[in-house]
T-cell receptor
């Protein structure tokens, strides 16, 4: 049983560019959340998707957007990249929204903005 | 804004020693989780505590949720090199499905 898978594992972009990160949830999970983890800090909640809709959003600008597909996979898009967007982006899935005791994280995508 | 502060930020001890990591907030949480994260990996859930004063044990790890549900501690007995990692606490509130993570404690166990 594959866990949460994210791609790519590493990515280098320059300021002003756009990036798309991808996530496939654990089998049987239909809720996907995205987190940003800056170096030396704990993850910060970006948003959560369920039934192809954004259910909840953290304190991130509109440059951060997402999408969930009918197969429950999800994308995170970041426009107009800033140096401060460099971070590990983590995807987490759960069977239903709010079931955090069944939350699984992927290994993340390490984004470097130059 | 709810904040969770962890202490110490860094901890390096010898194998076999005991240690305690703290997670403190001025806010009340419905439940609290502890995660361990290793380099290049995502956080892995260790435990969820729900009731004020609750104590849970996971082998050599003991987790306690404060009576007022504002703080928590993680105690490791006879630490082993495999315990090395970043320990994160995360608070949860009913009706708010995001996790609010702490600042993390980076633990190194020296063989």
């Amino acid at each position: 049983d594959a866990g949460v898978t994210q791609s790519p594992t590493h990515l280098i972009k320059t300021r002003g560019q756009q990036v798309t990160l991808r996530c496939s949830p654990k089998s049987g999970h239909d809720t996907v959340s995205w987190y940003q983890q800056a170096l030396g800090q704990g993850p910060q909640f970006i948003f959560q998707y369920y039934e192809e809709e954004e259910r909840q959003r953290g304190n991130f600008p509109d440059r951060f957007s997402g999408h969930q597909f009918p197969n429950y996979s999800s994308e995170l898009n970041v426009n107009a990249l800033l140096l401060g967007d460099s971070a590990l982006y983590l995807c987490a899935s759960s069977p239903v929204p709010g079931m955090n005791e069944k939350l699984f994280f992927g290994s993340g995508t390490q984004l470097s903005v130059l | 804004t709810q904040l969770l502060e962890q202490s110490p930020q860094f901890l390096s001890i010898q194998e076999g020693e005991n240690l305690t990591v703290y997670c403190n907030s001025s806010s009340v949480f419905s439940s609290l989780q502890w995660y361990r994260q290793e380099p290049g990996e995502g956080p892995v859930l260790l435990v969820t505590v729900v009731t004020g004063g609750e104590v849970k044990k996971l082998k050599r790890l003991t987790f306690q949720f404060g009576d007022a549900r504002k703080d928590s501690s993680l105690h490791i007995t006879a630490a082993q090199p495999g315990d090395t990692g970043l320990y994160l606490c995360a608070g949860i509130n009913f009706g708010n499905e995001k996790l609010t993570f702490g600042t993390g404690t980076r633990l190194t166990i020296i063989p």
